[in-house]
């Protein structure tokens, strides 16, 4: 089956009423038939047998098989948010003493868990720019456990060799995970291109309309149900049968928003790109550093723009109060146009040096592209423009 195909069809289970839609088992629990059924179903639960929904559910597992297999990983498992996937992916394989890289440029909540949880817990984490393959080179060192990196950093935009840092991790046994959040299931071959681990906030382009909070983690079998699973049912980051039932259906049209996103994405970082009122930063355009790997990884630029707007953040907050379509908040992947001031929002927590060091300017603004008419909104964002340099 190709993309497409899979996305609609992928994953699905059909109760005994044969319906056409997927359906939504909100059940916590499942009953047995006798008490030696309950006892053998907790030795070995078969591949349609579910015993409790922070364990599995079946509604969860048709979006768990469905992303799976669009992703080409050989298994999947379903987290409550995109962070439940993030710090269950990294802390169910991790143990005091143990050495993890990770990019420097990252999510806000990404960047507090390998700062501050897992060193908390006598993990050693190393920091690197993760565009520069030299200091992947120099950290990575034998006995490294694992490598972490956001492949289209938040926010700003950096595109990150999977293949290079995937040789260098794999060369000393380290495992590679990698938040494909930015690339989105539609541009990524993460997997393909040496991912062991993919990890995803669903919440972002997979649920894509800004309803539910939903992850999910993908791997091998083996890291799956070995060393996630356990943790995961254990520490209760488990995904709702309902929030499961609209990523499933968000994920039958993924492919379909995320391009047309991507393409008024491009349109808009094109028509603004020559104005001297701000620099725009999107790896589809030729001037982005990593541009030329950017069209290799993902082949596209993504549905995420970086504005850095002239004039620091007072214009900046002047350009986000003038716009009329395009809304203030802090999600991305939506339907819905939304733009982010990282300094003051998402970034807030860290020190002025550190947002320096990661191009996190007070001009910053973060623009996700929805599935607005693209014309609409260039016009919301050059009158907010001409508002900014008042
Ligand atoms: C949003 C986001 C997350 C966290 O996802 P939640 O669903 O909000 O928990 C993690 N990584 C990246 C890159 C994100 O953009």
């Avoid at 050989?74 to 169910?92: H, I, K, N, Q, R």
């Avoid at 060369?171 to 989105?184: K, L, R, W």
């Avoid at 990884?297 to 716009?323: E, H, P, S, Y």
């Amino acid at each position: 089956m190709k993309t497409r195909t899979k996305l609609v069809h992928g994953g699905t289970r059909r109760s005994q009423y044969n319906e056409v839609s997927e359906a939504i088992f909100l059940t916590q629990g499942f009953v047995y038939e006798s008490a030696e059924a309950a006892e053998a179903r907790f030795i070995q639960a078969g591949p349609d047998e579910f015993i409790y929904a922070r364990y599995g559910n079946p509604t969860v597992a048709m979006f768990e098989e469905r992303i799976a297999a669009l992703e080409g990983a050989e298994d999947a498992f379903a987290t409550a948010s995109g962070m439940a996937a993030v710090s269950g992916a990294l802390t169910s394989m991790l143990r005091a003493g143990d050495h993890v890289v990770s990019a420097r440029a990252l999510f806000g909540s990404c960047l507090y868990v390998l700062e501050e949880v897992l060193t908390r817990f006598g993990v050693e984490v190393t920091f690197v720019d993760g565009t520069d393959l030299d200091q992947w080179r120099a950290a990575i060192r034998p006995g490294t456990k694992a490598v972490f990196f956001e492949t289209v950093a938040n926010p700003t935009l950096e595109v990150i060799d999977i293949a290079a840092v995937a040789d260098l991790a794999h060369a000393v046994g380290a495992t590679v995970i990698v938040d494909n959040v930015f690339a989105t299931p539609v541009y990524s071959d993460a997997i393909a291109q040496g991912a062991d681990v993919v990890v995803y906030s669903a919440t972002k382009h997979i649920d894509g309309q800004g309803r539910c909070l939903g992850g999910v983690v993908l791997g091998s079998r083996e890291y799956i149900r070995k060393t996630l699973e356990p943790y995961m049912k254990h520490t209760g980051g488990a995904l709702s049968p309902f929030n499961a039932w609209v990523m499933l259906k968000g994920l039958e049209t993924i492919d379909l928003r995320v391009r047309a996103q991507s393409a008024s994405a491009q349109a808009i970082a094109e028509a603004l790109g020559g104005d001297a009122r701000l620099r725009v930063i999107y790896p589809g355009l030729p001037d982005h550093p990593q541009h030329a790997l950017a069209m290799r990884q993902m082949g596209q630029g993504g549905t995420v723009l970086a504005l850095d707007i002239a004039g620091g953040q007072a214009a900046a907050f002047r350009f986000l109060n003038a716009l009329e379509i395009v809304l203030i908040s802090n999600n991305l992947g939506d339907a819905k146009s939304i733009v982010t001031h990282p300094a003051t929002t998402t970034h807030q927590r860290l020190p002025a040096e550190q947002k320096a060091a990661l191009g996190i300017t007070p001009g910053l603004v973060r623009l996700s592209v929805g599935l607005e008419d693209p014309e609409d909104l260039l016009e919301d964002l050059r009158r907010a423009l001409d508002a900014a340099a008042g």
